[in-house]
């Protein structure tokens, strides 16, 4: 059961979250303009590195944030990335 | 046979229990395997392949032989269980096997999550030195072992500690510990996995140790034989000290698995410890100094010690073993010579307990000196202590456990008081209670690096190394000549170190054997990986208080109980029951659906539709996001009116479904599938977080504060009109919505009836529905549903579609924009798979022909005077003269009367699932039929046009037609009604029940629990619910009172007892009725909470005041802190009932 520091709510289970895959996959800009590789890469395509992994996890079952993390899938130690994406409100304390 | 006197067990005391039906006796402080031997039982089991006697072999959890049924528990270690009155253990021969038709065993079991700044497995000395340290800091500090006494082997030997018996020392160090108000202590407690971010799962013999506290002294507890109750504990630790101990090994030695050889340290233990001689004349093979202590411990207790045999004298070894008819042992043979004798005990060295240590993913290494795996590097925030890293010896292990011990601590924060000449919080200035007592053990050398005494291959197949899985020297051998190089190869081919003790004493010898045989040292070859658990674990405390009932959350409306009193059949929906038919004295479902339907078609039905998820979508951007979420319009939807919209992911696959509602400029309600109400809402969220922070909008949940009533049917209008007089229905088109609070209204419809569907709070919900049947709505289920929107041709998400499907696949391309320049998945609507041909697409099926029932038509029938191309005959039933005679005759169209096997109508009509194709015989897939019902059937089928002749194949190959997918009312001509089939409503009704806004007819969620919450209060908790509390869910940054629930995301509460703190009601969503609000008050609240909640609940953590949303068993909370000893459970009203039945099972167990 992994602890995964919530920027709002602080460490919690692991069962408190959901996984939200890769972090740092935007939308396109211009969905319209993307050829089809390009949009399929948008869709589909993921890394899958053994090692550290910048990733996107919800606090569904607390808060609700989306927030990001870099995470070793080996060893699965975490190490917070400040200002990620979705932890906008990291510095409003409780 | 039993001493005349010494060991730790209490004489005064008998103890009955029965061995393979013998009546035998004990004491309380035995194990079941020290009453047997006291008994003079030698064999306690046969060998799982060989048949071969087995005796006891060790005296703790490492037992490989002594494995028994007690009572309802199929297999444990008899060395690891303590006796008890009235105990019934039998041997096994071969497996334990688990009995499905046993009675399951009436023990409670539950779980509980703690924190703690650390966590000491182990209560050994190392591991009691380790809390102690920790402790004197005022760390939180939990201290588990799996015996019934903390000590560990230093209860197994006569060690002097300061010139006193060490049970001296223990005593002094475990008050200490006790009067430390943050240290925990936990006996009969088994640490059995160590996961990630320093997470321990352990079981405690829970049963056992509150009858031990009960009785203030050694734990009887599990009556009637069994085991007791367990707590499955889930702990997370900010330090952990591993303080596991050794686990002795054997030698390889032929004969060396026979009745009567056993550890050395184990015949010390049953001498000292429980008073018990395990023979009478001993051999001694040892291999360590250890073993020597073990012999002068058996001379001391009057064993007479025939030899020593020790290799690292003059190499000598035992060679063989001599054995009775039984086989049990008579003598040994050592290099020629025989030696009468009834025990050989056995020390081939010590493995330190790295289990745990490994399962955290530390490095071990093999230390040549103590020949033995010890850790190296650890992974975790933990270290090891004591002989579980080779530092053997009580003197040394003490000393490791302080260092150890203070250094946690300091790395979890806390000023280490270690050497530091003062005493702890705890101290009674009484010296320094951190002082490493004089010891008076001898010191230890090197082991002989022995693992197997040659033998010959005669020899060798004698030779045991995993007793409990009869892996021998010679299948050892075999192995490594296949040309395994990995002892896992090695371990899975011959099965070494798979049985139930997971090779704790075979381990290492499995290894060094086939070290040996490689030519390689012990350490190139390594270890098997070391997985949880530890020690074996029953299902039935893994599965805890969730079971039965309580295995996963039961989701209920408000109306459900009404339904249970109409007898209604229930079916899952996730984890909703939904009512999914309601037949009348004693009517199949089939022609319960059928009068159902009838009604819902030909007069008025009512249907609980307060299951679909419900989200108020509200913010200046609201229009603008729905516009990027949904594939059609929404921003310019009047408000007061409703509009069908469908979502897709980003691959363009349909992903949920609903109606949405314009309530205001920046209100909208947007309604979602059963089963998909959190994903949608998740959905939602992650593209507002994620990607347009900007938009200014927000999302609510309100799918449990609105009960729902659709009320169906041509003549729905006076019904609803009685319900809503506050509504002007001469003013009320289609797809449009009024309010007249406390209810809103939508004349939606999901049948092509004319339908309203009726929204109110929870608390008016089973008024609502009584008052709608009172007026003559005949009430029906989710299966007439279906079938009502099947002949409507209305794919049901998750139904029709499997995430694969496109809107343009079902045939509604109509709601996909082309105007908007951008929404969720537009772009791969035209990826070449999703726009090209040959996709599957939504089609209706008739049968094409009547086959005699039970014959399937052949490929050389030609097909019959089907239907092809007239969806109107066989789509409209409900008018038909056959379905209007009253007794639900199958109508045109369907085979013949279908059949139910297990709900589902298998035989006469098609059959869900089954493949379509395109002619007789032919296997080549075209589809699968989606939905099938008397006369009505939709697919998903490729390259197919109205008029097409198929096979829809389930084991009979059945003709059918392709045909629109629209049954009924293609020209949607009647979905605002019937006048001619409006009837005047009952003259009988009762206003009484039709007025069901009336105050006194409000029912909260938790009103039906009052009375047992009431019995079920204690002086330690009381529980009850606080009803009816207005609330509001408010987003902004701006300060507010109330609860914060997220950021910018508040619930504001009104007071219970003063009303204040009222919600104005402008100001956010009305929630009131979708929580219901559970008080648990006492000073044995946390208790109570423990057993569900993962987080930490210490009281200097979680302070009055706090709040927070997190678990509570398997619901979703918000916790709230209102007092000291006031918690507060806010839960969505249709987990309450499941929430207050799980509270009450917990209150039952405190
Ligand atoms: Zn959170």
Redesign the pocket.
Known sequence: MQLIE?????P?DEI?FRYGGQAGIAYPGDPAAASDEEWAEYVFMRDNPRGWFHERWF?VH????W?SIRRHTVTHEIERTPGSPGARDAGDPR | MRRESGGRIDRSRVLRFTFDGRELTGHPGDTLASALLACGVRIVGRSVDLGRPRGIFTAGVEEPNALVRVGDEPMVAATAVELREGMRAWSLRGKGRLDPAAAAGDARHDKAYLHCDVLVVGGGPAGLAAALAAGETGARVVLLDGGPEFGGDLLSCRTLLDGAPAEEWISSVTARLAAFPEVRLLPRTTAIGYHDHNYVVAVEERDANRAAGDEGGQGGGGGGGTLGGRRLWHFRAGQIVLATGAHERSVAFPGNDRPGVMLASAARTYVNRYGVLPGRRAVVFTCTDSGHEAARDLAAAGVEIAEIVDPRRDGAVVTGTLADGEGILTGVVIGGREVACDLLAVSGGWNPAVHLFSQSRGRLRFDDALQAFVPEVSAQAERSAGACRGEYGAAAAVADGFAAGARAAEAAGLPARWQDGTTGPGGNGGGDPLRVPECDEPAQRSPAALWAVPAGDDGDRESFVDLQRDVTVADLGRAAGTGMRSVEHVKRYTTAGTGADQGKTSGAVTVGVVAGLLGASPGQVGTTTFRPPYTPVAFGVLAGRDRGRLSDPVRITAMHDRHVARGAFFENVGQWKRARHYPADGESMERAVERERRAARTGVAAMDASTLGKIEVRGRDAGEFLDRIYTNVFSSLPVGSCRYGLMCGADGMVLDDGVTTRLAGDRYLMTTTTGNAATVLDWLEEWHQTEWPHLEVSFTSVTDHWAVVAVVGPGARPVAETLVPGVDFDDFPFMTYRESAPARVFRISFSGELAYEINVPWWYGAALWEAALELGAVPYGTETMHVLRAEKGFAIVGQETDGTVTPQDLGMSWIVSGRKPDFVGKRSHSRPDTAGPGRKRLVGLVPARLPEAGVPATPDEPPGSGTPGAPEAAGEPGESGAAGDGEGTPTEGVLTEGVLTEGVLTEGVLTEGAQIVAAPGDRRMLGHLTSAYPGVALAMVRDAEAGDRLVAFDGREIPVTVVDPVFHDPGNTRRDGIPDAVRPLPAAADPEVTQWWRPERAVSPLAGFAERFAAAGTAGVTIREIPFLRMREVRGEAPKEGLRL?PGWWLTVEDPQTGAGAPAVDDGVDVSAQRAVVELAGPRVRDVLMTGCPIDLHPAVFEVGAH??TLLARAQIVLHRAGPDVYRVLVRSSFAGYLAEWLLDALEGL
Do not use: A, V
């Open positions: 919530c920027p709002w709510c602080g919690r408190e606090h607390g808060c609700r944030t927030f | 997220g927070t949303q």
